[in-house]
């Protein structure tokens, strides 16, 4: 795809053995992953969610079962979260790109559930996604619903 994002795996190499709870740099992103869990729980997936910069957890039906992450700047929601299905489901935004490339690979993402399914996408945490791929879609919903940078205006 054109955004220029590299779809490489971190790799351990042998010489370097780590606990299964040894956090690993996600490759180019600058985050962090447990590798050898799962997220799998409502819980775990708002925790991360809550490790990106200036956002905040909102419960705008007033129902325990849905979460969602908002950025403080402009308030867009970048994840929704809840459990359908005896699962729990992330509705993540996602560049058109990258749309189908998802859902081919991981029988577990799904057009977006209740939103446009031209650009969200929603990902079962039923354990056949890893927890890096989660991440790296969470990570992209939050860049595509951040805040624009308003160019300074020449006179």
Known sequence: PASGCSMKRARLSPAKK?????PIP?????????DGNKMKEQEEAVAFCLTLKAVFKDMPFHDPNWVVIRHKENKKIFAWIYEKENHIWINVKCNPEWRDLWRSTYKSV???WHLNKEHWNSIILDGTVPDMEI???I???YDLTKAKKSKSKKI
């Not at 996600?26 to 447990?34: D, R, Y």
Request: hydrophobic residues 25%; charged residues 30%; aromatic residues 4%.
């Open 18 to 22: 780590r606990s299964a709870t040894k």
């Open 26 to 34: 996600l490759t180019g992103m600058g985050k962090w992953q447990t």
């Open 135 to 137: 991440k790296r879609m």
């Open 139 to 141: 990570e992209e919903s």
């Open 110 to 112: 799904l057009p977006g």
